[in-house]
């Protein structure tokens, strides 16, 4: 049983950054590969990054890429993801989520645990 609490959202302004962060329970943490996925109103849940266990590998959606960056510390049982170039269309709840695969990481039904989400909304 892993679970996971997010923090770190809040409102900024586009252009701006935030860094997320997903505190995990468990001594199990290093053999997950972990993932962020967000939900904006009205819209599907969808994927946004994800790391392998040993953070060696790293997935980012297209919308997302070279402007957020994912990256877990083992040692503090802890994924982040850092945000920059915020635009009002990241605005959404994010949910990290644990998977004890380390492929298909792109696709929520391959993550057995969730967090509750953080809001993060970006102001025009």
Request: charged share 15%; with cysteine; proline share 2%.
């Amino acid at each position: 049983q892993v679970q996971l609490v997010e923090s770190g959202g809040g409102l900024v302004q586009a252009g701006g950054s935030l860094r997320l962060s997903c505190a995990a329970s468990g001594r199990t943490f290093s053999s997950y590969a972990m993932g962020w996925f967000r939900q904006a109103p009205g819209k599907e849940r969808e994927f946004v990054a994800a790391i392998t266990w040993s953070g060696g590998r790293t997935y980012y959606a297209t919308s997302v890429k070279g402007r957020f960056t994912i990256s877990r510390d083992n040692a503090k049982n802890t994924v982040y993801l850092q945000m920059n170039s915020l635009e009002p269309a990241d605005t959404a709840v994010y949910y990290c989520a644990a998977s004890n695969l380390d492929y298909g990481l792109g696709s929520a039904g391959r993550y057995a645990y969730w967090g509750q989400g953080t809001q993060v909304t970006v102001s025009s």
